[in-house]
Protein backbone atom coordinates (compact mmCIF):
# COMPACT_ATOMS: atom_id res chain seq x y z
CA UNK A 1 0.00 0.00 0.00
CA UNK A 2 1.42 3.26 -0.41
CA UNK A 3 0.11 4.49 2.80
CA UNK A 4 -2.95 4.35 4.90
CA UNK A 5 -3.59 7.66 5.07
CA UNK A 6 -3.98 8.63 2.06
CA UNK A 7 -6.99 10.50 0.01
CA UNK A 8 -7.48 8.59 -3.20
CA UNK A 9 -7.95 11.10 -6.37
CA UNK A 10 -10.96 10.42 -8.62
CA UNK A 11 -10.34 7.72 -11.26
CA UNK A 12 -9.02 10.28 -14.27
CA UNK A 13 -11.73 11.05 -17.10
CA UNK A 14 -9.55 10.18 -19.59
CA UNK A 15 -6.81 7.53 -19.21
CA UNK A 16 -3.94 6.76 -21.46
CA UNK A 17 -5.09 4.65 -24.38
CA UNK A 18 -2.96 1.13 -24.49
CA UNK A 19 0.04 1.21 -27.33
CA UNK A 20 -0.93 -0.89 -30.15
CA UNK A 21 1.99 -1.60 -32.58
CA UNK A 22 0.44 -1.95 -36.42
CA UNK A 23 2.19 -5.18 -37.27
CA UNK A 24 1.45 -7.10 -34.32
CA UNK A 25 -2.17 -6.10 -33.89
CA UNK A 26 -2.33 -6.89 -37.77
CA UNK A 27 -0.73 -9.80 -37.56
CA UNK A 28 -2.39 -10.81 -34.78
CA UNK A 29 -5.83 -10.22 -35.96
CA UNK A 30 -4.98 -11.82 -39.23
CA UNK A 31 -4.42 -14.97 -37.46
CA UNK A 32 -7.53 -14.47 -35.36
CA UNK A 33 -9.90 -14.18 -38.37
CA UNK A 34 -7.97 -17.39 -40.29
CA UNK A 35 -7.72 -19.65 -37.24
CA UNK A 36 -11.59 -19.04 -36.85
CA UNK A 37 -12.43 -19.65 -40.58
CA UNK A 38 -10.15 -22.91 -40.30
CA UNK A 39 -11.92 -24.23 -37.30
CA UNK A 40 -15.41 -23.35 -38.60
CA UNK A 41 -13.91 -24.78 -41.73
CA UNK A 42 -12.77 -27.79 -39.95
CA UNK A 43 -15.89 -28.71 -38.16
CA UNK A 44 -18.08 -28.19 -41.37
CA UNK A 45 -15.74 -30.72 -43.17
CA UNK A 46 -16.40 -33.46 -39.86
CA UNK A 47 -20.14 -32.81 -40.54
CA UNK A 48 -20.16 -34.16 -43.93
CA UNK A 49 -18.78 -37.49 -42.28
CA UNK A 50 -20.64 -39.89 -40.30
CA UNK A 51 -18.75 -39.13 -36.94
CA UNK A 52 -20.87 -35.67 -36.27
CA UNK A 53 -23.71 -37.38 -37.54
CA UNK A 54 -23.39 -40.54 -35.47
CA UNK A 55 -22.44 -38.49 -31.80
CA UNK A 56 -24.19 -35.32 -32.52
CA UNK A 57 -22.57 -32.58 -31.15
CA UNK A 58 -21.26 -34.58 -28.23
CA UNK A 59 -17.87 -34.70 -29.25
CA UNK A 60 -17.86 -30.96 -29.49
CA UNK A 61 -19.04 -30.65 -25.95
CA UNK A 62 -16.93 -33.37 -24.29
CA UNK A 63 -13.81 -31.47 -26.03
CA UNK A 64 -15.00 -28.19 -24.07
CA UNK A 65 -14.58 -29.92 -20.69
CA UNK A 66 -11.03 -30.59 -20.79
CA UNK A 67 -10.47 -27.30 -23.05
CA UNK A 68 -12.40 -25.43 -19.64
CA UNK A 69 -9.66 -27.23 -17.42
CA UNK A 70 -6.38 -26.77 -19.44
CA UNK A 71 -7.54 -22.78 -20.09
CA UNK A 72 -8.02 -22.13 -16.59
CA UNK A 73 -4.81 -23.41 -15.60
CA UNK A 74 -2.77 -21.69 -18.09
CA UNK A 75 -4.90 -18.55 -17.63
CA UNK A 76 -3.80 -18.58 -13.32
CA UNK A 77 0.08 -19.42 -14.25
CA UNK A 78 -0.05 -16.37 -15.98
CA UNK A 79 -1.78 -14.27 -13.81
CA UNK A 80 0.84 -12.44 -12.85
CA UNK A 81 2.17 -10.44 -15.92
CA UNK A 82 -1.05 -11.48 -17.98
CA UNK A 83 -0.33 -11.66 -21.70
CA UNK A 84 -2.98 -9.64 -24.15
CA UNK A 85 -6.54 -11.12 -25.23
CA UNK A 86 -5.47 -10.60 -28.48
CA UNK A 87 -2.47 -12.87 -28.44
CA UNK A 88 -3.63 -15.39 -26.48
CA UNK A 89 -6.99 -15.79 -28.76
CA UNK A 90 -4.46 -15.66 -31.66
CA UNK A 91 -2.02 -18.39 -30.14
CA UNK A 92 -5.06 -20.93 -29.20
CA UNK A 93 -6.89 -20.25 -32.51
CA UNK A 94 -3.45 -20.88 -34.46
CA UNK A 95 -3.19 -23.91 -32.72
CA UNK A 96 -7.25 -24.86 -33.45
CA UNK A 97 -7.15 -23.64 -37.08
CA UNK A 98 -4.39 -23.38 -39.17
CA UNK A 99 -1.51 -25.93 -37.41
CA UNK A 100 -4.35 -28.97 -37.22
CA UNK A 101 -5.26 -28.40 -40.92
CA UNK A 102 -1.55 -28.28 -42.36
CA UNK A 103 -0.58 -30.82 -39.65
CA UNK A 104 -3.26 -32.88 -41.12
CA UNK A 105 -1.68 -32.38 -44.56
CA UNK A 106 1.37 -33.39 -43.67
CA UNK A 107 0.51 -36.73 -41.37
CA UNK A 108 -1.59 -37.85 -44.68
CA UNK A 109 1.24 -36.97 -46.67
CA UNK A 110 3.76 -38.78 -44.55
CA UNK A 111 0.99 -42.11 -44.19
CA UNK A 112 0.83 -41.97 -47.94
CA UNK A 113 4.97 -42.13 -48.41
CA UNK A 114 5.23 -45.26 -46.06
CA UNK A 115 2.25 -46.87 -47.95
CA UNK A 116 4.04 -46.24 -51.56
CA UNK A 117 7.50 -47.43 -49.67
CA UNK A 118 5.35 -50.99 -48.87
CA UNK A 119 4.78 -50.43 -45.16
CA UNK A 120 1.80 -52.50 -43.67
CA UNK A 121 -1.29 -50.91 -42.27
CA UNK A 122 -0.03 -51.18 -38.56
CA UNK A 123 2.95 -50.22 -39.06
CA UNK A 124 2.42 -47.19 -41.22
CA UNK A 125 -0.21 -46.31 -37.79
CA UNK A 126 3.16 -46.60 -35.59
CA UNK A 127 5.39 -44.24 -37.74
CA UNK A 128 3.12 -41.96 -38.30
CA UNK A 129 2.17 -41.78 -34.93
CA UNK A 130 5.54 -41.91 -33.77
CA UNK A 131 7.48 -40.26 -36.02
CA UNK A 132 5.32 -38.38 -38.23
CA UNK A 133 3.18 -36.85 -36.34
CA UNK A 134 5.81 -35.57 -33.46
CA UNK A 135 7.73 -33.60 -35.68
CA UNK A 136 4.76 -32.23 -38.35
CA UNK A 137 2.68 -30.95 -35.92
CA UNK A 138 5.13 -29.62 -33.25
CA UNK A 139 7.00 -27.72 -35.96
CA UNK A 140 3.51 -26.21 -37.50
CA UNK A 141 2.92 -25.02 -33.99
CA UNK A 142 6.73 -23.78 -33.36
CA UNK A 143 5.59 -21.55 -36.32
CA UNK A 144 2.98 -20.04 -34.33
CA UNK A 145 5.98 -19.00 -32.03
CA UNK A 146 8.12 -18.11 -34.48
CA UNK A 147 5.42 -15.55 -35.60
CA UNK A 148 5.30 -13.96 -31.83
CA UNK A 149 9.02 -13.59 -31.76
CA UNK A 150 8.97 -11.91 -35.19
CA UNK A 151 5.75 -9.31 -34.90
CA UNK A 152 4.94 -9.11 -31.09
CA UNK A 153 8.60 -10.04 -29.25
CA UNK A 154 7.78 -7.40 -26.91
CA UNK A 155 5.10 -10.42 -25.18
CA UNK A 156 7.93 -12.25 -25.21
CA UNK A 157 9.09 -10.74 -21.52
CA UNK A 158 10.54 -13.87 -19.88
CA UNK A 159 10.70 -17.85 -20.74
CA UNK A 160 7.57 -17.73 -18.89
CA UNK A 161 5.86 -15.98 -21.83
CA UNK A 162 6.75 -18.45 -24.09
CA UNK A 163 5.58 -21.53 -22.05
CA UNK A 164 2.29 -19.72 -22.24
CA UNK A 165 1.98 -19.04 -25.57
CA UNK A 166 3.17 -22.61 -26.08
CA UNK A 167 0.79 -24.13 -24.10
CA UNK A 168 -2.49 -22.35 -25.27
CA UNK A 169 -1.28 -23.28 -28.79
CA UNK A 170 -1.46 -26.89 -28.11
CA UNK A 171 -4.78 -26.19 -26.21
CA UNK A 172 -5.87 -24.79 -29.47
CA UNK A 173 -4.67 -27.61 -30.82
CA UNK A 174 -5.72 -30.49 -28.85
CA UNK A 175 -9.25 -28.90 -28.45
CA UNK A 176 -9.94 -29.63 -32.17
CA UNK A 177 -8.41 -32.94 -32.28
CA UNK A 178 -10.51 -34.42 -29.52
CA UNK A 179 -13.50 -33.32 -31.25
CA UNK A 180 -11.63 -34.82 -34.46
CA UNK A 181 -10.69 -38.45 -31.77
CA UNK A 182 -14.21 -37.89 -30.42
CA UNK A 183 -16.25 -38.13 -33.31
CA UNK A 184 -13.71 -41.49 -34.99
CA UNK A 185 -14.60 -43.57 -31.71
CA UNK A 186 -16.57 -46.56 -31.29
CA UNK A 187 -16.21 -46.01 -27.48
CA UNK A 188 -16.85 -42.21 -26.64
CA UNK A 189 -16.80 -42.80 -23.06
CA UNK A 190 -13.17 -44.31 -22.82
CA UNK A 191 -12.24 -41.88 -25.66
CA UNK A 192 -13.20 -38.98 -23.35
CA UNK A 193 -11.61 -40.42 -20.23
CA UNK A 194 -8.30 -41.25 -21.61
CA UNK A 195 -8.18 -38.20 -23.40
CA UNK A 196 -10.01 -35.47 -21.96
CA UNK A 197 -9.66 -36.66 -18.49
CA UNK A 198 -6.45 -38.21 -17.94
CA UNK A 199 -4.45 -36.26 -20.71
CA UNK A 200 -5.62 -33.00 -21.20
CA UNK A 201 -2.67 -31.66 -20.60
CA UNK A 202 -0.51 -33.41 -23.47
CA UNK A 203 -0.34 -30.59 -26.23
CA UNK A 204 -0.21 -27.52 -24.58
CA UNK A 205 2.49 -29.63 -22.47
CA UNK A 206 4.22 -30.48 -25.63
CA UNK A 207 4.33 -26.96 -27.10
CA UNK A 208 5.46 -25.18 -23.94
CA UNK A 209 8.80 -26.44 -24.41
CA UNK A 210 9.46 -25.42 -27.59
CA UNK A 211 7.96 -21.84 -26.17
CA UNK A 212 10.44 -22.34 -23.35
CA UNK A 213 13.33 -22.77 -25.55
CA UNK A 214 12.20 -20.19 -28.02
CA UNK A 215 11.29 -17.43 -25.15
CA UNK A 216 14.57 -18.29 -23.20
CA UNK A 217 17.03 -17.44 -26.50
CA UNK A 218 14.96 -14.09 -27.08
CA UNK A 219 14.78 -12.85 -23.41
CA UNK A 220 18.54 -14.60 -22.12
CA UNK A 221 21.22 -15.60 -24.81
CA UNK A 222 23.55 -13.10 -25.27
CA UNK A 223 24.26 -13.99 -28.70
CA UNK A 224 21.95 -15.06 -31.68
CA UNK A 225 23.34 -18.25 -32.04
CA UNK A 226 23.28 -19.49 -28.50
CA UNK A 227 19.28 -18.21 -29.22
CA UNK A 228 18.96 -20.48 -31.73
CA UNK A 229 20.64 -23.30 -30.36
CA UNK A 230 18.39 -23.11 -27.39
CA UNK A 231 15.55 -22.46 -29.39
CA UNK A 232 16.42 -25.85 -31.23
CA UNK A 233 16.90 -27.47 -28.18
CA UNK A 234 13.13 -26.91 -27.02
CA UNK A 235 11.88 -28.05 -30.61
CA UNK A 236 13.55 -31.23 -30.37
CA UNK A 237 12.22 -31.53 -26.57
CA UNK A 238 9.11 -31.23 -27.49
CA UNK A 239 9.43 -33.46 -30.60
CA UNK A 240 10.42 -36.13 -28.24
CA UNK A 241 8.06 -35.78 -25.34
CA UNK A 242 5.35 -36.14 -27.88
CA UNK A 243 6.59 -39.05 -29.52
CA UNK A 244 6.99 -40.37 -26.36
CA UNK A 245 3.51 -40.33 -25.55
CA UNK A 246 2.56 -41.67 -28.30
CA UNK A 247 4.93 -44.60 -28.37
CA UNK A 248 2.75 -45.55 -24.99
CA UNK A 249 -0.87 -44.83 -25.89
CA UNK A 250 0.07 -47.11 -28.82
CA UNK A 251 1.42 -49.66 -27.26
CA UNK A 252 -1.93 -50.02 -25.35
CA UNK A 253 -4.07 -51.13 -28.23
CA UNK A 254 -5.19 -54.59 -27.40
CA UNK A 255 -5.55 -54.47 -23.48
CA UNK A 256 -8.73 -54.71 -21.96
CA UNK A 257 -10.40 -51.64 -20.82
CA UNK A 258 -9.64 -50.97 -17.48
CA UNK A 259 -5.49 -51.89 -17.87
CA UNK A 260 -5.08 -49.69 -20.89
CA UNK A 261 -6.53 -46.62 -18.46
CA UNK A 262 -4.16 -48.14 -15.24
CA UNK A 263 -1.24 -48.35 -18.00
CA UNK A 264 -1.80 -44.93 -19.42
CA UNK A 265 -1.89 -43.11 -16.11
CA UNK A 266 1.26 -45.32 -14.68
CA UNK A 267 2.88 -44.24 -18.18
CA UNK A 268 1.99 -40.93 -18.20
CA UNK A 269 1.99 -39.41 -14.71
CA UNK A 270 5.82 -39.43 -14.57
CA UNK A 271 5.92 -37.13 -18.21
CA UNK A 272 3.29 -35.04 -16.09
CA UNK A 273 4.80 -34.70 -12.78
CA UNK A 274 8.26 -33.70 -14.52
CA UNK A 275 6.32 -31.08 -16.47
CA UNK A 276 4.83 -29.76 -13.04
CA UNK A 277 8.00 -29.14 -11.49
CA UNK A 278 9.59 -27.37 -14.53
CA UNK A 279 6.44 -25.18 -14.56
CA UNK A 280 7.07 -24.66 -10.61
CA UNK A 281 10.50 -23.81 -11.49
CA UNK A 282 9.50 -21.28 -14.20
CA UNK A 283 7.00 -20.09 -12.35
CA UNK A 284 9.19 -18.94 -9.61
CA UNK A 285 12.03 -17.90 -11.91
CA UNK A 286 9.30 -15.46 -13.04
CA UNK A 287 8.34 -13.75 -9.79
CA UNK A 288 12.30 -13.65 -8.65
CA UNK A 289 12.75 -11.68 -12.19
CA UNK A 290 9.80 -9.26 -11.61
CA UNK A 291 11.06 -8.69 -8.70
CA UNK A 292 14.80 -8.40 -9.86
CA UNK A 293 13.21 -5.74 -12.47
CA UNK A 294 11.57 -3.93 -9.71
CA UNK A 295 14.60 -3.51 -8.18
CA UNK A 296 15.97 -1.62 -11.37
CA UNK A 297 13.32 0.62 -12.07
CA UNK A 298 13.35 1.57 -7.87
CA UNK A 299 17.16 2.27 -8.69
CA UNK A 300 16.52 4.09 -11.38
CA UNK A 301 13.79 6.32 -9.32
CA UNK A 302 11.15 5.06 -11.87
CA UNK A 303 8.83 3.70 -8.97
CA UNK A 304 8.01 4.63 -5.76
CA UNK A 305 9.26 2.12 -2.85
CA UNK A 306 5.90 1.14 -1.70
CA UNK A 307 5.48 -0.01 -5.65
CA UNK A 308 8.74 -2.38 -4.54
CA UNK A 309 7.02 -3.58 -1.49
CA UNK A 310 3.42 -4.29 -2.41
CA UNK A 311 4.58 -6.44 -5.50
CA UNK A 312 7.31 -8.33 -3.84
CA UNK A 313 5.05 -11.19 -2.93
CA UNK A 314 2.16 -13.12 -3.49
CA UNK A 315 0.70 -12.62 -0.60
CA UNK A 316 1.47 -8.73 -0.49
CA UNK A 317 0.39 -8.47 -4.41
CA UNK A 318 -3.57 -10.21 -2.65
CA UNK A 319 -3.22 -7.93 0.34
CA UNK A 320 -2.73 -5.08 -1.60
CA UNK A 321 -5.82 -5.72 -3.92
CA UNK A 322 -8.19 -6.27 -0.91
CA UNK A 323 -6.20 -3.00 0.40
CA UNK A 324 -7.70 -1.47 -3.02
CA UNK A 325 -11.19 -2.57 -2.52
CA UNK A 326 -12.07 -0.63 0.46
CA UNK A 327 -11.40 2.25 -1.20
CA UNK A 328 -14.35 2.44 -3.15
CA UNK A 329 -15.65 0.76 -6.96
CA UNK A 330 -12.95 0.29 -8.90
CA UNK A 331 -10.25 0.47 -7.64
CA UNK A 332 -9.53 -2.90 -7.22
CA UNK A 333 -9.37 -3.44 -10.65
CA UNK A 334 -7.23 -0.63 -11.28
CA UNK A 335 -4.83 -1.63 -8.76
CA UNK A 336 -4.67 -5.26 -10.57
CA UNK A 337 -3.73 -3.34 -13.83
CA UNK A 338 -1.02 -1.45 -12.09
CA UNK A 339 0.59 -4.49 -10.72
CA UNK A 340 0.28 -6.15 -14.25
CA UNK A 341 1.55 -3.39 -15.57
CA UNK A 342 4.36 -2.81 -12.94
CA UNK A 343 4.69 -6.45 -13.94
CA UNK A 344 5.48 -6.33 -17.31
CA UNK A 345 8.10 -2.89 -17.34
CA UNK A 346 10.15 -4.98 -14.90
CA UNK A 347 10.56 -7.55 -16.72
CA UNK A 348 10.89 -5.96 -19.79
CA UNK A 349 14.21 -4.02 -18.01
CA UNK A 350 15.55 -7.29 -17.03
CA UNK A 351 15.38 -8.69 -20.83
CA UNK A 352 17.28 -5.85 -22.09
CA UNK A 353 19.75 -6.06 -19.12
CA UNK A 354 20.18 -9.21 -19.56
CA UNK A 355 20.63 -9.96 -23.25
CA UNK A 356 21.67 -8.34 -26.28
CA UNK A 357 19.45 -10.04 -28.91
CA UNK A 358 16.64 -8.60 -26.63
CA UNK A 359 17.42 -5.17 -28.17
CA UNK A 360 14.81 -4.84 -30.28
CA UNK A 361 12.17 -1.97 -30.98
CA UNK A 362 10.77 -1.65 -27.59
CA UNK A 363 11.42 1.37 -26.75
CA UNK A 364 8.13 3.22 -27.44
CA UNK A 365 6.30 -0.04 -25.88
CA UNK A 366 7.97 1.04 -22.74
CA UNK A 367 7.73 4.56 -22.51
CA UNK A 368 4.00 4.47 -23.20
CA UNK A 369 3.32 1.63 -20.50
CA UNK A 370 5.50 3.82 -18.28
CA UNK A 371 2.73 6.88 -18.87
CA UNK A 372 0.07 4.02 -17.99
CA UNK A 373 1.59 3.56 -14.62
CA UNK A 374 1.82 6.99 -13.97
CA UNK A 375 -1.73 7.30 -14.65
CA UNK A 376 -2.61 4.40 -12.59
CA UNK A 377 -0.65 5.37 -9.78
CA UNK A 378 -2.20 9.03 -9.46
CA UNK A 379 -5.29 6.78 -7.74
CA UNK A 380 -3.47 5.81 -5.03
CA UNK A 381 -1.60 9.41 -4.17
CA UNK A 382 -2.23 12.06 -1.89
CA UNK A 383 -4.05 14.83 -3.48
CA UNK A 384 -3.91 17.18 0.00
CA UNK A 385 -0.94 18.97 2.11
CA UNK A 386 -3.50 19.26 5.54
CA UNK A 387 -7.11 17.55 5.88
CA UNK A 388 -9.71 20.48 4.97
CA UNK A 389 -10.83 20.81 8.69
CA UNK A 390 -11.94 24.43 8.21
CA UNK A 391 -9.20 25.58 11.03
CA UNK A 392 -5.64 27.38 9.73
CA UNK A 393 -2.56 25.89 11.30
CA UNK A 394 -1.01 29.14 11.04
CA UNK A 395 -2.66 32.28 11.66
CA UNK A 396 -2.25 35.61 13.66
CA UNK A 397 -3.63 36.74 17.07
CA UNK A 398 -4.47 39.56 18.58
CA UNK A 399 -1.42 39.37 20.66
CA UNK A 400 0.73 38.87 17.87
CA UNK A 401 1.27 34.77 18.69
CA UNK A 402 0.02 32.09 16.40
CA UNK A 403 -2.36 29.25 17.30
CA UNK A 404 0.33 26.68 15.98
CA UNK A 405 3.84 27.34 14.68
CA UNK A 406 5.34 29.89 17.07
CA UNK A 407 5.98 33.56 16.47
CA UNK A 408 4.03 35.44 13.33
CA UNK A 409 6.60 36.47 11.06
CA UNK A 410 7.65 40.18 11.40
CA UNK A 411 6.97 42.57 8.49
CA UNK A 412 10.16 43.75 7.08
CA UNK A 413 10.67 47.30 6.70
CA UNK A 414 12.12 48.43 2.62
CA UNK A 415 15.71 49.52 4.89
CA UNK A 416 15.93 46.00 6.01
CA UNK A 417 16.12 44.54 2.13
CA UNK A 418 19.76 43.68 1.22
CA UNK A 419 20.58 43.81 -2.01
CA UNK A 420 24.44 44.33 -2.35
CA UNK A 421 26.41 41.24 -2.57
CA UNK A 422 29.73 40.65 -1.81
CA UNK A 423 31.64 38.13 -4.30
CA UNK A 424 33.07 35.75 -1.15
CA UNK A 425 29.78 34.90 -0.53
CA UNK A 426 29.39 32.76 -3.97
CA UNK A 427 27.17 29.70 -3.42
CA UNK A 428 28.60 26.48 -3.95
CA UNK A 429 26.97 25.25 -7.99
CA UNK A 430 23.86 23.50 -7.36
CA UNK A 431 24.37 20.40 -9.84
CA UNK A 432 22.59 17.74 -10.97
CA UNK A 433 25.02 15.45 -9.11
CA UNK A 434 23.69 17.68 -5.77
CA UNK A 435 20.81 17.02 -6.62
CA UNK A 436 20.90 13.58 -6.53
CA UNK A 437 22.95 13.15 -3.73
CA UNK A 438 20.54 11.71 -1.10
CA UNK A 439 18.36 9.19 -3.98
CA UNK A 440 18.52 6.00 -4.74
CA UNK A 441 21.53 4.58 -6.63
CA UNK A 442 21.48 5.47 -10.31
CA UNK A 443 23.46 3.25 -12.88
CA UNK A 444 26.24 4.39 -14.81
CA UNK A 445 24.60 4.04 -18.06
CA UNK A 446 22.60 6.59 -19.76
CA UNK A 447 18.66 5.89 -19.55
CA UNK A 448 17.82 6.50 -22.86
CA UNK A 449 13.95 5.45 -23.08
CA UNK A 450 12.17 6.66 -19.91
CA UNK A 451 10.21 9.66 -20.06
CA UNK A 452 10.04 12.27 -18.17
CA UNK A 453 6.63 12.49 -16.14
CA UNK A 454 4.66 15.32 -14.42
CA UNK A 455 6.09 15.20 -10.17
CA UNK A 456 3.77 12.94 -8.64
CA UNK A 457 3.60 14.01 -5.08
CA UNK A 458 2.69 11.85 -1.98
CA UNK A 459 1.94 14.26 0.46
CA UNK A 460 0.49 13.56 4.08
CA UNK A 461 -3.04 13.58 5.20
CA UNK A 462 -2.05 15.02 8.40
CA UNK A 463 1.18 16.72 9.08
CA UNK A 464 4.21 17.81 9.89
CA UNK A 465 5.45 14.30 8.95
CA UNK A 466 8.87 13.18 9.83
CA UNK A 467 11.64 12.54 7.25
CA UNK A 468 12.52 8.84 6.18
CA UNK A 469 16.08 7.22 5.23
CA UNK A 470 17.09 8.51 1.68
CA UNK A 471 15.29 11.55 1.38
CA UNK A 472 16.29 14.68 0.38
CA UNK A 473 15.93 17.70 2.93
CA UNK A 474 14.56 20.91 1.72
CA UNK A 475 13.27 24.30 2.99
CA UNK A 476 10.07 25.92 1.16
CA UNK A 477 9.21 29.26 1.91
CA UNK A 478 5.79 31.19 1.28
CA UNK A 479 7.06 34.88 0.69
CA UNK A 480 4.71 37.17 0.86
CA UNK A 481 4.06 40.53 -0.13
CA UNK A 482 1.99 43.12 1.46
CA UNK A 483 -1.38 42.55 -0.40
CA UNK A 484 -0.73 38.96 -0.66
CA UNK A 485 1.18 38.78 -3.36
CA UNK A 486 3.17 35.32 -3.46
CA UNK A 487 6.98 35.15 -4.67
CA UNK A 488 6.95 31.81 -7.20
CA UNK A 489 9.31 30.41 -9.29
CA UNK A 490 9.44 29.08 -12.74
CA UNK A 491 11.00 26.19 -13.50
CA UNK A 492 10.59 23.63 -16.38
CA UNK A 493 12.27 20.65 -17.18
CA UNK A 494 15.10 19.99 -19.84
CA UNK A 495 13.74 16.85 -20.90
CA UNK A 496 10.40 18.16 -21.12
CA UNK A 497 10.48 21.88 -21.95
CA UNK A 498 6.83 22.45 -23.16
CA UNK A 499 5.89 21.55 -19.37
CA UNK A 500 6.17 24.35 -16.40
CA UNK A 501 5.39 25.17 -13.19
CA UNK A 502 5.67 27.50 -10.53
CA UNK A 503 7.07 26.62 -7.22
CA UNK A 504 7.97 28.02 -4.12
CA UNK A 505 11.35 29.42 -3.26
CA UNK A 506 13.74 27.04 -1.57
CA UNK A 507 15.99 24.32 -1.98
CA UNK A 508 18.31 21.31 -0.33
CA UNK A 509 19.16 21.85 3.26
CA UNK A 510 23.21 22.21 3.76
CA UNK A 511 22.94 23.03 7.54
CA UNK A 512 20.06 21.07 9.65
CA UNK A 513 20.70 22.78 12.42
CA UNK A 514 20.11 26.23 11.44
CA UNK A 515 16.90 26.21 9.28
CA UNK A 516 16.10 29.65 9.86
CA UNK A 517 19.42 30.21 8.04
CA UNK A 518 18.81 28.36 5.34
CA UNK A 519 15.49 30.02 4.46
CA UNK A 520 17.57 32.95 4.46
CA UNK A 521 20.16 31.47 1.99
CA UNK A 522 18.22 29.85 -0.42
CA UNK A 523 16.07 32.77 -0.87
CA UNK A 524 19.60 35.21 -1.36
CA UNK A 525 20.46 32.66 -3.59
CA UNK A 526 17.26 32.87 -5.58
CA UNK A 527 15.57 36.20 -5.80
CA UNK A 528 19.08 38.42 -4.33
CA UNK A 529 16.68 39.58 -1.62
CA UNK A 530 18.11 39.12 1.87
CA UNK A 531 16.24 39.36 5.18
CA UNK A 532 16.95 39.65 8.90
CA UNK A 533 16.57 36.24 10.86
CA UNK A 534 13.62 38.04 13.17
CA UNK A 535 11.93 37.85 9.67
CA UNK A 536 11.76 33.43 9.07
CA UNK A 537 8.45 31.92 10.89
CA UNK A 538 8.96 28.97 12.66
CA UNK A 539 8.08 25.75 10.93
CA UNK A 540 4.79 25.20 9.53
CA UNK A 541 4.52 22.05 8.02
CA UNK A 542 6.31 19.60 6.68
CA UNK A 543 5.55 17.33 3.56
CA UNK A 544 7.23 14.22 1.73
CA UNK A 545 7.06 14.10 -1.53
CA UNK A 546 8.04 12.42 -4.51
CA UNK A 547 9.69 14.47 -7.34
CA UNK A 548 10.91 14.44 -10.94
CA UNK A 549 13.48 16.87 -11.74
CA UNK A 550 15.18 16.35 -15.11
CA UNK A 551 14.82 12.97 -15.33
CA UNK A 552 16.19 12.30 -11.47
CA UNK A 553 13.41 10.91 -9.54
CA UNK A 554 13.47 11.08 -5.63
CA UNK A 555 12.03 11.18 -2.04
CA UNK A 556 12.27 14.66 -1.12
CA UNK A 557 11.53 16.03 2.48
CA UNK A 558 9.92 19.81 2.67
CA UNK A 559 9.86 21.77 5.65
CA UNK A 560 7.63 25.07 4.79
CA UNK A 561 8.09 28.20 6.37
CA UNK A 562 6.87 31.62 5.65
CA UNK A 563 7.88 35.36 5.28
CA UNK A 564 6.49 38.60 5.20
CA UNK A 565 7.52 41.64 3.57
CA UNK A 566 6.28 45.01 3.73
CA UNK A 567 7.01 45.85 -0.32
CA UNK A 568 7.75 44.38 -3.25
CA UNK A 569 11.73 44.09 -3.51
CA UNK A 570 13.37 43.88 -6.87
CA UNK A 571 14.03 40.64 -8.07
CA UNK A 572 18.18 39.02 -9.39
CA UNK A 573 19.27 36.43 -10.72
CA UNK A 574 22.34 36.88 -10.88
CA UNK A 575 23.57 34.26 -8.18
CA UNK A 576 22.16 31.78 -9.87
CA UNK A 577 24.30 28.76 -10.55
CA UNK A 578 23.88 27.62 -14.62
CA UNK A 579 21.95 24.63 -13.66
CA UNK A 580 19.34 26.99 -12.18
CA UNK A 581 19.27 29.00 -15.18
CA UNK A 582 18.91 26.39 -17.86
CA UNK A 583 15.61 25.28 -15.54
CA UNK A 584 14.27 28.31 -14.46
CA UNK A 585 12.78 31.20 -15.95
CA UNK A 586 12.37 34.71 -14.25
CA UNK A 587 10.79 34.54 -10.93
CA UNK A 588 8.00 37.03 -10.31
CA UNK A 589 5.70 37.87 -7.38
CA UNK A 590 2.10 36.71 -8.71
CA UNK A 591 -1.24 38.05 -7.27
CA UNK A 592 -3.25 35.73 -5.69
CA UNK A 593 -6.03 36.40 -8.94
CA UNK A 594 -3.20 35.61 -11.39
CA UNK A 595 -2.05 32.19 -9.33
CA UNK A 596 -5.59 31.14 -9.44
CA UNK A 597 -6.37 31.96 -13.10
CA UNK A 598 -2.96 29.59 -14.09
CA UNK A 599 -4.71 26.96 -12.40
CA UNK A 600 -7.72 27.15 -13.67
CA UNK A 601 -6.15 27.06 -17.08
CA UNK A 602 -4.82 23.98 -15.85
CA UNK A 603 -1.05 24.98 -15.41
CA UNK A 604 0.94 23.23 -12.52
CA UNK A 605 1.68 24.74 -9.24
CA UNK A 606 4.12 23.08 -6.58
CA UNK A 607 2.60 22.34 -3.65
CA UNK A 608 -0.65 21.51 -5.94
CA UNK A 609 -2.22 23.25 -2.29
CA UNK A 610 -0.27 26.28 -2.32
CA UNK A 611 -4.02 28.51 -2.29
CA UNK A 612 -4.75 25.97 0.98
CA UNK A 613 -1.42 26.26 2.83
CA UNK A 614 -1.46 30.36 2.18
CA UNK A 615 -5.25 30.31 3.77
CA UNK A 616 -3.95 28.48 6.66
CA UNK A 617 -0.88 30.65 7.23
CA UNK A 618 -2.61 33.97 6.48
CA UNK A 619 -5.63 33.61 7.82
CA UNK A 620 -7.44 34.83 4.94
CA UNK A 621 -9.61 32.16 2.96
CA UNK A 622 -8.75 31.66 -0.75
Known amino acids: MYMTHTYPRSIPQKPVAEYKPIAEQAVATLVVLGGGLAVIAFIATLSSFQGIVNHGVAPIL ?7 IVGSTILYLDRLEPEPWLMLTAAFLWGAGIAIWVALILNDGYSYSLYRQGYSGPEISYYSAVIGAPINEEFIKAVGLILIVVFARRNL ?37 GRGLLTPFSHSMFTS ?17 LATLVSAIGLISAMLAHSLFNNIASNLHG ?3 GGALANLVISVFPLYLLWAGLLAFVNLRQTK ?6 DILLERGYILPEER ?59 HRYRIISNERQLFLTDALMPQTGQPVFQPQAQGTMAL ?33 NELPRPSAPVTFMPYRPAARLLPASGPVPAQPGDRECVRTLVCGPNGEVLMMHGFDQLARERTWLYLVGGGIENPNDLAGEVIRELWEETGIKVPREAVSSEITSARIWFDFNGYQFWQHERYFRINLGFLPEITTQHWTAQEAATNYQPRWWSREELRAWDAAGGEIVPENLFQLLSMTDGVRN
Open 289 to 294: SIQKGL
Open 209 to 225: LTGLGIAWGVTRARTKG
Open 405 to 437: GGPAPAKVAPQEIQNVFRPEQAVPEFTLARLAQ
Open 309 to 367: NFMSTTRSRRDTLKWAATMGSGYRRKMRALQRDLSALALSQLKVRRSQVAATKIGSWEV
Open 62 to 68: LASIPAL
Open 255 to 257: ESY
Open 157 to 193: SSPHDGMIYGAMIGLGFAVVEDVLYFSRADNLTASFI
